[in-house]
């Protein structure tokens, strides 16, 4: 009797995080009493002058009339993935009207641009936008108000960075297409887009005013099963029917979550289950979405998804096409840095906000992002600014309403204000860079994102 066994040990990538972040807290409990009583550094010391700031939070606050028809243009004209052509044109426009020259088409893609400002010699720090939309539903992810934050920011240290006691350093806009079902920053990555980039900032809008919060790293997978028809009823012993395999695959992802590590993410539709009963299914199709809180988490759960497929496949006696990010390429997890975020969170005090910090919010409210792919590539953060109530969802048409209104663009200006005045900090303090890159380097540094799942 031949016995195979094909049991393989459990990944300890998950376990090894918890170990890590546990340590990490408790480092940050044990300083919390020296940080209160002034004897080490709080969030408001260093960073640019009062008075840059002062200066750009002006700046931005001036820049409200473009920031809210930045806001309601794109809102009313919804693009999605890689079709963006008006919004980005929108975009490139109102630089214009500042004197800006921004490059339409950048890197190789039509609807992407970037711009420039200040000095290439010092150290460089881009701010990100993104204007796609939701096929059918519009911007209800406010990415509308992404891109005029993006922009508003962008103007505001442009003018600032013209004055004789302005830093010296570069900020880049980054027109970044294709988040919703792709990645888009994946494809600028690639192209070259982040090369001589220090560090990368953006904000997305949300139901609460968040410092960091967990996004989920995603990739895209189809099965496509093939086995062989025959007549359903005459002859289905002849038959070997790929449907059996899809439905026993399908099964198996619900059999596995038992053993996924808490947030991992798995959703899956049968797209093509066969033409007619009488007929054993020749050919079925599974799309599934994978995500996990951590790039080597992400690549275990990827590596069991396909044993799952190989194993449904043995069982029908079918063949299986296993296809991963087909047409796209996978968003990663955000890596937050938490000297940027810092800077981000003062900022923000300054505009009568006050986001939440990392933990506060459960991680099962986790979605994903294609920032990620930067975030392990520079340095990163990527916060949440309040435009609706807390229980309205992002995707949602409540979401896509909220993102027209006042509150949006009020949301967009504060953002505006913090994201130019994070990007001084970052330009002004060669402290809070070294900072920065210290961190970036001790949570692994650059990660080779083309060749890590291979």
């Known amino acids: 009797m031949e016995r195979m066994n094909r049991s393989t040990p459990p990944s300890t990538a998950y376990l090894d995080h918890l170990v890590a972040e546990t340590a990490g807290r408790r480092e940050a409990l044990a300083g919390s009493a020296s940080a209160a009583d002034g004897s080490s550094g709080s969030a408001d010391d260093g960073g640019a002058p009062a ?30 993935a890689f079709e963006e052509h008006r919004s980005a044109a929108t975009l490139v426009e109102v630089l214009a009207r500042h004197g800006i020259k921004a490059e339409l088409g950048s890197h190789g893609v039509p609807t992407a641009f970037r711009a420039e400002a200040g000095d290439p010699a010092g150290p460089t720090i881009a701010i990100c936008a ?3 939309a939701l096929p059918g539903i519009g911007h209800a992810c406010g990415h509308n108000i992404i891109a005029a934050a993006a922009v508003g920011a962008f103007v505001a240290l442009h003018q600032v960075l013209a004055d004789d006691d302005a830093p010296a350093g570069r900020v880049v806009l980054l027109g970044t297409p294709a988040e919703e079902g792709h990645s888009g920053k994946e494809v600028l ?33 189809t099965w496509t099963f093939t086995g062989r ?43 093509e289950g066969g033409t007619r009963p009488s007929i054993i299914t020749e050919r079925a199709v599974v799309h599934l979405y994978a995500r996990s809180k951590y790039v080597d988490t992400l690549r275990d759960l990827s590596r069991r998804l396909d044993d799952v497929a190989r194993g449904a496949a043995l069982m029908t006696g079918t063949d299986v096409e296993i296809s991963w990010d087909d047409g796209a390429h996978p968003s990663l997890p955000v890596r937050t840095n938490r000297a940027l975020t810092e800077r981000w969170v003062t900022a923000q005090r300054r ?29 990163g953060i990527h916060p949440l600014v309040q435009v609706a ?3 309205i969802a992002l995707h949602t048409a409540e979401f896509a309403a909220a993102a027209a209104t006042p509150a949006a663009v009020s949301a967009a200006v504060d953002s505006a204000a913090g994201l130019a005045s994070t990007a001084l900090d970052y330009l002004s303090d060669a402290g809070l860079r070294a900072a920065v890159h210290e961190e970036f380097a001790a949570e692994g540094g650059a990660v080779d994102v083309v060749r890590y799942f291979d």
């Open 51 to 80: 008075a840059l700031h002062a200066a750009v939070e002006r700046a931005a606050e001036r820049l409200e009339p473009e920031i809210a028809e930045i806001v309601r243009r794109l809102h009313e004209h919804p693009q999605p």
């Open 130 to 132: 993104e204007y796609d």
């Open 189 to 221: 990555a690639r192209n070259g887009a982040l090369e001589g980039i220090d560090a990368a900032i953006m904000v997305h809008p949300y139901g609460l005013d968040v410092a960091d919060q967990v996004w989920l790293g995603r990739r895209l997978l």
């Open 229 to 271: 028809p025959a007549h359903a009823s005459a002859q289905p012993y002849m038959g070997r029917n790929a449907l059996d395999a899809a439905t026993l695959a399908y099964q198996g992802i619900g059999l596995l979550r038992q053993q996924m590590p808490p947030v991992d993410r798995v959703h899956a539709t049968i797209a």
């Open 351 to 379: 505009r009568g906000r006050d986001p939440l910090p990392a933990g506060v919010l459960s991680e099962t409210l986790a979605a994903s992002t294609d920032f990620g792919n930067f975030s392990f590539r520079i340095p």
């Open 389 to 391: 109530a807390p229980d």
